[in-house]
T-cell receptor, first 116, second 114 residues
Framework: AQSVTQLGSHVSVSEGALVLLRCNYSSSVPPYLFWYVQYPNQGLQLLLKYTSAATLVKGINGFEAEFKKSETSFHLTKPSAHMSDAAEYFCAVRIYSGAGSYQLTFGKGTKLSVIP | DAMVIQNPRYQVTQFGKPVTLSCSQTLNHNVMYWYQQKSSQAPKLLFHYYDKDFNNEADTPDNFQSRRPNTSFCFLDIRSPGLGDAAMYLC?????????????FGPGTRLTVL
């Protein structure tokens, strides 16, 4: 069964420091992977997605993620944290649920705090 | 702009009093999802519609029902809300023509049960 695991439920970084949020996947087939961001009392917004076209994926707000098959990882990075990056981040994998339907299975989320 | 809209954003109900949450979309997507998200947890899929076909997750309580009268609208009915049903409810859409299954989320409805 396909799944994702996010390491670290809470990450704190200083403003201007590197952001690294970890996600490992488990899949017997090439996965489609996603990172979503959720601000307080808001829905989920897509940051970026891996669709096998390129291993380094650039997303919105300066975020990027690198797909590493050998490490079964899809970690999210940003070179310099801004206060506005404080939010919860979810890694997700697309899974087939039958009858032509697909679902997303989410990791448990990582809450990012940015310290001034 | 094409979007997913949820109303109301905040809903307060009493224990056992039925409540309906609504979702509409202007993306013309044929798949619609309802998720429940409790505090500091990942979204949990309750059910989804693939066109008119309803797909219930095995562990979704019978207390939760859904209706999709047309492509644009989908409703979540909670027949007898309990305190444990207090959560954020997220609606999402996708197109079966999109092989990546990118899902577009609404802003959510936060349900409080008194």
């Amino acid at each position: 069964a396909q799944s994702v695991t996010q390491l670290g439920s809470h990450v704190s970084v200083s403003e201007g420091a590197l952001v690294l949020l970890r996600c490992n996947y488990s899949s017997s087939v090439p996965p489609y992977l996603f990172w979503y961001v959720q601000y307080p009392n808001q829905g989920l917004q897509l940051l970026l997605k891996y669709t096998s076209a390129a291993t380094l994926v650039k997303g919105i707000n300066g975020f990027e993620a690198e797909f590493k098959k050998s490490e079964t990882s899809f970690h999210l990075t940003k070179p310099s944290a801004h206060m506005s990056d404080a939010a919860e981040y979810f890694c997700a994998v697309r899974i087939y649920s039958g009858a032509g339907s697909y679902q997303l299975t989410f990791g448990k989320g990582t809450k990012l705090s940015v310290i001034p | 702009d094409a979007m997913v809209i949820q109303n109301p954003r905040y809903q307060v109900t009493q224990f056992g009093k039925p409540v309906t949450l609504s979702c509409s979309q202007t993306l013309n997507h044929n798949v619609m999802y309802w998720y429940q998200q409790k505090s500091s947890q990942a979204p949990k899929l309750l059910f989804h519609y693939y066109d008119k076909d309803f797909n219930n997750e095995a562990d979704t309580p019978d207390n939760f029902q859904s209706r999709r009268p047309n492509t644009s609208f989908c409703f979540l009915d909670i027949r007898s809300p309990g305190l444990g049903d207090a959560a954020m409810y997220l609606c999402a859409t996708s197109s079966s023509g999109d092989s990546y299954n990118e899902q577009f989320f609404g802003p959510g409805t936060r349900l409080t049960v008194l």
